[in-house]
């Protein structure tokens, strides 16, 4: 059978809200042209992210109404720290509320100022609450990820010999962690080869740094292995990540991509002393150590989701939708990150709109003509998310522009996907008249969620 379905039926439907371009106009000027600031009400179809928007099952409801709301030692705990051993087989596991709390103990612990983590791609939070502790993040992604038209299998991948080289100028003692992002978020949702994560872990030996793995999608990352790298095609998902993990020191996971879960992740790790440490901070900020800042209910769906995720009728389909979409805009000859990630659909917006230049935001002119034109929500990844200032105040542009279309899982069917793409295609027709923008307030620190912009002429 060639047609792959969704694996699943639907027992619980939520209605989706219809307007107007007219009021969307509108609703685009209140909301100051940032996607972030449009009431839900408001979208037709929510491509914002996939984070914490995914479907949960009847399993996962089920064992909802079965959270041990207990404040210590809760039994949803003990289902939610064997569920994540029996995947990265690390001994001490850490709930936290979601994967950015997650990034802010570890980064307190091991950062400040003067030191480095190096990265194949840093993705927003996780930089932030690097910088926030005074230290530096650095990305050595692979030259292939840099080109969103030129596919590749694994473009998530580290450059290793730039990785060598950080190493050197900045010295190894002052680089408490290299972080592996699987798959690759901020890059296109691409994945990582298990070759790579080996590799980096041999560089990690030779200069005594810990690897600690961005998990958040570790579920698609395992299922490309499967697809894309020598050898793996007759191993199960469980097994690939499994192998995948026994290179790290260390995770941390936002249960909110990869576990179905509303809310929720963790930080597991080998090493005990630095658990302690870890936990006696997770107490004075997140909760006690078995709860993490959660439900017991929550634990519960974490838990089960971490399963249900790996399940390859699933994660087919999963990886096929979004390449159904990509394929249908590249054969409009809609410029694309190429091949489809794992979790979201990239528009390229430099290719898209040539006219408009970095410093007005081409991507967050097409997150704006996206919205207006058919009530899609999507998010810029691009200069308004990663762009800095020089000491002049002149804009230092991020690598790519790209505009990120995340499907949440199990949430949409196929035909509102197609609509998506009538919708992108109308704007491609129209890509002439789309005008660029300009910031008008923003803040020092992951600005893209707050900033208000206006159209420029
Ligand atoms: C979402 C995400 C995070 C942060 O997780 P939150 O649960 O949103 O705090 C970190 N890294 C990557 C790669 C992510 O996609």
Not at 6 to 21: A, G, L, M, Q
Not at 186 to 194: A, D, K, L, T
Not at 261 to 289: P, S
Not at 344 to 359: N, Q, S, W
Request: aromatic share 10%; glycine share 8%; hydrophobic share 40%.
């Amino acid at each position: 059978m060639k047609t792959i379905i969704e694996p699943f039926r639907i027992k619980s439907v939520e209605p989706i809200y219809f307007t107007t371009k007219e009021e969307r106009k509108k609703i685009l000027e209140k909301a100051d042209y940032n996607s972030f600031r449009i009431k839900a009400r408001d979208i037709l179809i929510d491509l914002l992210t996939d984070s914490g928007t995914s479907a949960m099952s009847s399993n996962q409801w089920a064992g909802i109404m079965q959270g041990d709301e207990s404040y210590a030692g809760s039994n949803s705990f003990f289902k939610f720290e064997d569920s994540v051993r029996s995947i990265t087989n690390m001994p001490y596991i850490i709930p936290t509320h979601q994967g950015r709390a997650a990034e802010k103990i570890i980064f307190t612990i091991l950062g400040g100022k003067g030191k480095y983590f190096i990265s194949n791609t840093l993705f927003d939070t996780t930089r932030a609450n690097i910088e926030f502790s005074g230290a530096e993040g650095i990305d050595c992604l692979c030259e292939e990820g840099k080109y969103p038209s030129v596919p590749a299998p694994f473009k998530g991948n580290m450059d290793i010999e730039a990785l060598r080289k950080v190493i050197k100028e900045k010295d190894a003692s002052n680089i408490p962690m290299i972080i592996i992002t699987v798959t690759n978020n901020s890059g296109g949702g691409q994945p990582v080869s298990m070759q790579n994560i080996k590799d980096v872990r041999k560089i990690c030996d030779e200069y005594n740094i810990p690897l600690f793995i961005d998990a958040c999608r570790f579920a698609e990352n395992s299922y490309f292995i499967k697809l894309r790298e020598e050898g793996y095609a007759q191993k199960s998902v469980p097994e690939i990540a499994r192998e995948l993990f026994s290179y790290a020191d260390g995770c941390t996971m936002s249960a909110k991509k990869d576990a179905f879960a509303n809310i929720g992740g963790f930080l597991a790790m080998k090493d005990l002393d630095l658990a302690i440490r870890c936990r006696n901070l997770l107490i004075i900020t997140e909760g006690f150590t078995t709860y993490g800042g959660l439900a017991g209910r929550d634990l519960e769906a974490v838990a089960i989701g971490l399963q249900e995720v790996m399940d390859e009728n699933y994660l087919q389909y999963r990886i096929r939708s979004i390449e159904y979409l990509t394929n249908k805009l590249i054969e409009a000859g809609v410029p694309v990150m190429q091949p489809a990630g794992g979790h979201a659909v990239y528009l390229d917006a430099k290719a898209f709109l040539p006219g408009i230049p970095v410093e007005q935001y081409p991507g967050q002119s097409l997150v704006c003509a996206l919205y207006e034109e058919g009530g899609i929500r999507a998010v810029e990844i691009g200069s308004l998310m990663f762009g800095k200032y020089d000491d002049n105040g002149k804009l230092i542009p991020a690598q790519m522009e790209l505009v990120r279309l995340a499907i949440p899982r199990r949430v949409y069917t196929q035909s509102h996907i197609d609509y998506v793409a009538e919708v992108i295609l109308e704007v491609f027709k129209k890509r002439k008249e789309l005008k660029g923008l300009t910031i008008t307030e923003e803040t020092p620190l992951l600005r893209h969620f707050t900033a208000k912009l206006k159209p420029l002429n």
